[in-house]
């Protein structure tokens, strides 16, 4: 699977439970209203930056981080676009 701003947060779960840490850290919002299973369930990474706020260079550190816990390479760019 290929991860990018357009996944959604659910899929991203689905196909890679390990990354919660990193996904409760940054959309620890959602979690803390109780509304991981609507929010989440239907907005995508970029969906979810946009709701919070969530400057540019967080949302690098989104991805570098997610990258590193699941042990995969980088992409080329900084964060992966379609």
Do not use: C, W
Not at 5 to 20: A, D, G, Q
Not at 56 to 72: A, C, N
């Amino acid at each position: 699977m290929r991860i990018t701003e357009e996944t959604k947060v659910f899929h991203l779960l689905e196909e890679y439970p390990e990354s919660e840490k990193v996904v409760k850290k940054y959309f620890s919002y959602f979690y803390e209203k109780k509304l991981e299973d609507i929010a989440l369930k239907r907005l995508s990474i970029r969906g979810a930056f946009n709701v919070l706020n969530i400057p540019e260079e967080q949302r690098e550190e989104f991805f570098k981080e997610l990258h590193e816990s699941l042990g995969l390479d980088m992409p080329k760019t900084n964060m992966e676009r379609e």
